[in-house]
């Protein structure tokens, strides 16, 4: 009787996990859904059209490659790091499942940029 009741706890206990899981899987979903319907990831995300975008910049070196000393010059392998904020990309958790961050595989704005380093 008590292996009984322990299994049917475990059970119970699964079901409710699985259960949560799905709720917040359909809640990213609907998020998503909210979010990216009518984005146009080619406009700049600013609500006046004279209004400038904020860009905030971070170099994370992982490797010095070379160093010439002669010739002045240094290479380097890193990541630069850039963001801002997109005001298209906001949302109340409590309406979502208390999502309060989401991954977003390359569907958003993304502002080019040209990154030439000279120094003297």
Request: proline residues 3%.
């Amino acid at each position: 009787m008590i292996m009984f009741q322990q299994m049917l706890h475990i059970c119970l206990l699964i079901a409710a996990i699985c259960y949560a899981l799905a709720s917040s899987n359909s809640e990213v979903n609907r998020l998503f859904e909210d979010l990216f319907d009518n984005y146009n990831k080619l406009a700049r995300p600013v609500r006046n059209p004279l209004e400038a975008i904020s860009i905030h910049f971070k170099f994370k070196l992982l490797q010095l490659l070379d160093v010439r000393e002669r010739d002045q010059v240094i290479m380097t392998n890193g990541w630069l790091i850039h963001n801002w904020i997109d005001y298209r990309l906001t949302w109340n958790p409590l309406e979502y499942g208390n999502a309060t961050m989401i991954h977003i595989p390359g569907e958003v704005f993304f502002q080019s940029i040209l990154l030439k380093l000279l120094f003297s």
